[in-house]
Nanobody
Framework: QVQLVESGGGLVQPGGSLRLSCAASGIMVNNNAMGWYRQVPGNQRESVASITRGGNTNYADSVKGRFTISRDKAKNAVYLQMNSLKLEDTAVYYC??????????WGQGTQVTVSS
């Protein structure tokens, strides 16, 4: 059974940093494309960052230069380092695993609130 569990969200002031973690079980993150999405109530879920099986990364324009996605094979986890956080980064952040075959797997989400 595949499971993704996010953690690391919380309340942070503008300009601060957080690191989100996505721990996977039942599947190897290193063999699959992974990504982070976020969603604000009333809006569609939007892609924030992604990493391919080969390790290539891609970022939404709104987070380029501030967020970094990484993967740890030994810990079977994916991370999202978020620096210089802005008020508009407030959202629920979701981890997604995209296998070559079959449906995507999603975590339950972790709340990030940027507020002064």
């Amino acid at each position: 059974q595949v499971q993704l569990v996010e953690s690391g969200g919380g309340l942070v002031q503008p300009g601060g940093s957080l690191r989100l973690s996505c721990a996977a079980s039942g599947i190897m993150v290193n063999n699959n494309a992974m990504g982070w999405y976020r969603q604000v109530p009333g809006n569609q879920r939007e892609s924030v960052a992604s990493i391919t099986r080969g390790g290539n990364t891609n970022y939404a324009d709104s987070v380029k230069g501030r967020f970094t996605i990484s993967r740890d094979k030994a810990k079977n986890a994916v991370y999202l380092q978020m620096n210089s956080l802005k008020l508009e980064d407030t959202a629920v952040y979701y981890c997604v695993l995209r296998p070559l075959i079959g449906a995507d797997y999603w975590g339950q989400g972790t709340q990030v609130t940027v507020s002064s």
